[in-house]
């Protein structure tokens, strides 16, 4: 499967290949090492979004506010023992594992997602969204990690394994 095989199967809203393409979804053990990690990148990307923002550099609000909530949502994977290296695998378990199932708040789903696409669209099409979308953005990222840092923190073992669960029932679903 190449790339623009993905993509045609992503616009169609087959997420099939997250599970078939290496670096896709996968379980794994927890690991809690591993959300110290990503918690400690999330940390970085605020400070630099902070540098960043105090020195109006546009393409990089949006990359470090991005990465700030991308990491933090990636220190949740590995909380629960979920593995993704493509960051649209990753948006789709968040919105399949996380927010269908009530653990996160569909905003924290849509305020990624959002962010993902300003930055692909800066980083490869060279759009231009206007500063009051990137700030937007940018003013969101603190708060949407502290929630995030609290589910972390709270997640129960019976929403671990929920979410476990699902991971297994959506594979043998969209692997038919």
């Known amino acids: 499967m190449n790339y623009g ?6 616009k169609k809203g087959d997420f099939s290949f997250c599970y078939k393409k290496a670096g896709g979804l996968n379980l794994v053990n927890p690991n809690e090492t591993l959300v110290r990690v990503y918690r400690r990148k999330s940390r970085s990307a605020l400070n630099i979004l902070d540098s960043a923002k105090e020195k109006q550099e546009y393409d990089w609000i949006l990359d470090a506010s991005y990465y700030a909530k991308y990491f933090i949502i990636y220190a949740l994977f590995m909380k629960v023992g979920i593995k993704s290296e493509i960051h649209d695998c990753t948006l789709f378990g968040l919105k399949s594992l996380f927010a269908d199932e009530g653990i996160i708040s569909e905003d924290i789903y849509k305020e990624l997602k959002k962010s993902k696409e300003l930055r692909v669209g800066a980083l490869y099409y060279d759009k231009d969204f206007g500063k009051e979308e990137i700030l937007m953005r940018a003013k969101a990222a603190p708060d949407f990690c502290l929630k995030v840092d609290s589910i972390v923190d709270n997640i129960s073992k019976e929403n671990i394994e929920r ?10 679903s969209l692997l038919v």
Request: aromatic residues 6%; charged residues 55%; without cysteine.
């Open 5 to 10: 095989d993905i993509i045609m199967r992503k």
């Open 163 to 172: 979410v476990r669960k699902k991971f297994e029932t959506l594979k043998k």
